[in-house]
């Protein structure tokens, strides 16, 4: 690209030189290196004597020649502007003090063209560089003093005074630097060794080695010098001491490390590698007992050593290097052979019993104990004791010289505690003291001493009515810490009757693991709880028992409809009233009145119109069912209305019956001046009286027949007998229903209705052994009762001797509760 330009501009100058006959002069511009962009160097304008409008005129331009155009001319100045920075380190490779960039300023038009030159002034603005950032020597210490060695150079890219000027060494003892100049005034640097090097005592010396330039301000670069001192066999081993003293316990195991030499040579390499080894000053003797290793230095017993033989020995031990010259360190050692109190007491167990029953009592002999020891002396005294952390309820007497009794000092307990391993701890008195622990194991027989325990006293179970036959209702499960067959239960309900009905009937407890399960299905308007007692027994002898009281308490089902009572009708027939036309708003018409057996939400009943001939012309109060008119009626109406009646209780899902109402309306009734003018054949009995009659005379029945069952019934009355509260120390429910019906052996007649709207009544028939006997009659399906069961007493014992039991008759419906609700 440059050689292209160059080519271009001479023959552009050819051409010119050709046409015009003339060249202009060289101009000639300095600048330092590194001018920001945008610089004026000079106004080429007033330089070149030209106008300013003629360089935009004449299309003047600048061409730089074998070199990157770093310039431009700015047209409506005439200055030279600098476009980029220009480091001459990158313009002029060489290292000449001058560097020059050339380039013409051409104008056309006439064509005339300019010569300039340009010249970098260099700047400080590199610092020198090693081109070994860390440089590694290896110096024997036998080195003479004055050995000179070779570094590695700095190169500066600047030139002149800004190239390296010297170099610098960082602080040493051993260490000096010579710097030399060559041709080229580079400077050239060597190492020095000034004095002796010793490798015991510095084995590596570091050292900074930095080069300066001569610019303002100087710039500098830095390298390491590692030198490595290399050993020499100079050292000879030596020992922490010159003599060792150690004790020997006699009989000590073979292989047992008495000491472990430690001798150091100042060295490396071979020339610190030590081997040991003993001299011939040792005896045969002291080699066949202890041996030595040859690397590690470690003295071991290799031999058996016996206090009454030999009492001391002395070893005499070398250390050398392994060097080309080998050094050498000597050593004495002296062993003393210890006395050992070596002889372990012996333990022996005579009239020993590992099974003993809990209930023994308290001084019964578990074992003899004998202690002896071979040694003499304090070696030979023997302490025998029981482990005392583990509260171990025996004791040790003294029985006689080296015997000893094991004896009981506590009661035992199984279910506490059903072994114990009763370690006696035996140790002589010698120094160190020897000793053994020897381990009795001894079982705990079980007895039959743990009645079985409910984890409550009082049960309740809820059970929903029409629970299928067989469910379970809980688990009545009892513990006994016993073993065995003191443990296992077996599980019963203890009898008594309910209205001649065994609880065995009702309910049923496994006797294996006490789950309660129901026989029959319960009826909640029949009985409501039950109240009974369960036993668990063991198999122990003589068996031990324990027994909870449960009650059983039956939860309402919505499985009874409704039953419409009012108005009164035969079975499956439909009700029907006459009312006047003439009736007014708000005349009542009817009123439906259903009855529910069940309880509480599930007897609940609303009342709502299912059918109606005509919605604009009656009303349904869905709470008393009342049947009104909401307006008069019409001639347009018609004279027969029939209404579809359903009354719904609240239960889920909910029970309903229903009722047809035909409505028919006849004319009013005249008044008694008119019906005197009416003929004698006329039937003064319309069909409207007629119904009024029937319905007061009734009424009036009912209300007599209602008052007569009352009085008979107050009459009837038995006095109420004192109420027998349950003792204070049991935790037991009893129901309201059972409190009423322990006040009064005798039980008041119910009236209930039915479906057919009969009266039925229950009476009290007799009372037997403490037993409550009910005649039921044929109770049409639907009428509801209650019959529910308590003991009289709540103790175990009065329900097992006299099983006791009250009956109570609920009346969830009477003609009173049904007459208080008709208007």
């Not at 041996?291 to 002395?314: M, R, W």
């Not at 023994?360 to 002999?365: A, D, N, S």
Request: with cysteine; hydrophobic share 40%; aromatic share 8%.
């Amino acid at each position: 690209m440059a050689r292209t330009q160059w080519t271009a501009a001479a023959v552009l100058c050819v051409f010119a030189v050709l046409l015009w006959g003339r060249v202009a002069s060289i101009t000639r511009y300095s600048i330092p290196e590194e001018m920001e962009a945008g610089s004026i160097v000079a106004n080429l304008a007033t330089d070149l004597g030209l106008d300013v409008p003629g360089l935009t005129e004449r299309r003047a331009k600048l061409d730089a020649i074998s070199s990157k155009n770093y310039l431009d001319i700015n047209r409506e100045t005439g200055d030279l502007v600098i476009r980029e920075k220009i480091d001459r380190e990158s313009v002029c490779t060489s290292k000449t003090a001058a560097c020059f960039m050339k380039m013409d300023v051409i104008l056309e038009n006439p064509v005339r063209i300019f010569n300039v030159e340009l010249e970098i002034m260099d700047i400080n603005d590199n610092a020198p560089v090693f081109r070994r950032k860390a440089m590694h020597l290896d110096i024997s210490e036998a080195t003479a003093p004055g050995e000179r060695f070779s570094l590695t150079n700095a190169v500066d890219a600047d030139v002149g005074a800004n190239s390296i000027k010297t170099y610098l060494l960082s602080k040493s003892e051993s260490f000096s630097i010579d710097i030399q100049t060559g041709s080229d005034g580079s400077k050239y640097v060597d190492l020095l060794l000034n004095g002796v090097l010793d490798r015991e005592q510095r084995g590596l010396h570091t050292l900074i080695l930095t080069a300066l330039d001569g610019g303002v301000p100087a710039r500098s670069g830095t390298a390491s010098i590692v030198v490595n001192v290399l050993d020499i066999n100079d050292n000879s081993p030596v020992f922490n001491q010159s003599t060792y003293a150690i004790n020997v316990t006699e009989n000590a195991a073979l292989g047992t490390v008495l000491m472990t030499l430690n001798a150091t040579d100042l060295d490396e390499g071979k020339n610190a590698e030590l081997v040991y080894s003993y001299t011939l000053y040792t005896s045969e003797k002291t080699q066949e007992v202890f041996s030595l290793d040859p690397s590690t230095g470690a003295i071991k017993v290799k031999g058996l050593i016996d206090y009454e033989e030999i009492q001391s020995f002395e070893m005499y031990i070398q250390a050398h290097d392994q060097g080309s010259a080998p050094r050498s360190g000597q050593c004495k050692v002296t062993v003393r052979v210890v006395d050992l109190n070596d002889n372990y007491p012996v333990v022996t167990i005579k009239s020993l019993k590992t099974r003993v029953r809990e209930d023994v009592p308290v001084g019964t002999l578990i074992a003899v104990v004998s202690v002896s020891d071979k040694d003499s002396g304090d070696n030979g005294v023997v302490d025998i004791s029981l482990n005392r952390q583990a509260m171990l309820p025996f004791v040790l007497n003294k029985s006689s010289e080296d015997y000893f009794e094991l004896l009981v000092s506590e009661p035992l307990d199984r279910e506490m505690t059903n072994g114990y391993d009763i370690t006696l701890r035996v140790r002589d008195r010698g120094s160190p003291s020897l000793g053994e622990n020897e381990t009795i194991v001894l079982e705990v027989l079980d007895i039959n001493d743990n009645a079985p325990a409910f984890p409550q006293a009082f049960y309740t179970v809820h059970v929903a009515e029409n629970n299928a036959p067989g469910a379970l209702l809980t688990s009545l499960s009892a513990y006994d810490p016993d073993l065995h067959e003191n443990q296992y239960l077996v599980y019963f309900i203890m009898e008594k009757e309910i209205a001649n009905t065994s609880m065995s009937m009702l309910f049923s407890i496994n006797p294996e693991n006490g789950n309660l399960y129901a026989l029959k299905a319960f009826d909640y308007e029949i009985e409501r709880d039950f109240l009974f007692h369960a036993e668990a027994r063991d198999s122990g002898s003589p068996p031990l028992s324990a027994n909870v009281t449960v009650r059983v308490v039956v939860q309402d089902q919505n499985d009874n409809a409704p039953i419409i009572v009012a108005p009164w009708r035969p079975q499956g027939s439909v009700v029907e009233e006459v009312i006047p036309r003439s009736a007014d708003k708000g005349h009542l018409i009817a009123k439906v009145i259903a009855v529910d057996a069940d309880s509480e939400q599930n007897a609940r009943v609303t009342y709502q119109a299912l059918q109606m001939s005509d919605a604009s012309l009656f009303s349904l109060d869905q709470y008393n069912g009342e049947i009104r008119t909401t307006r008069m009626f019409s001639y347009r109406d018609p004279r027969q209305q029939r209404l579809v009646i359903v009354a719904k209780d609240n239960g889920e899902p909910s029970l309903s019956a229903t009722v047809t109402v035909k409505i028919a309306t006849v004319e009013n009734v005249l008044p008694f001046s008119e019906a005197t003018e009416v003929p004698l054949e006329y039937d003064v009995f319309t069909d409207l009286n007629l119904y009024l009659v029937i319905g007061l005379g009734a009424v009036s029945f009912l209300l007599l027949i209602t008052i007569l069952v009352i009085i008979v019934l107050k009459c009837q009355k038995p006095e109420p007998k004192p109420l027998k509260m349950p003792p204070p120390n049991r935790n037991s429910v009893i129901s309201r229903n059972s409190l009423i019906s322990q006040r009064s052996s005798t039980i008041a007649d119910s009236t209930l209705i039915s479906s057919d709207a009969y009266w039925y009544s229950l009476f009290l028939a007799e009372t037997r052994k403490g037993n409550v006997v009910v005649r039921q009659p044929i109770v049409p399906k639907g009428a509801g009762y209650f019959m529910s069961s308590i003991p009289r007493s709540i103790g175990p014992s009065e329900i097992s001797d006299s099983r006791a039991s009250t009956l109570e008759v609920c009346k969830p419906y009477t003609w009173e509760s049904i007459l208080r609700k008709v208007p």
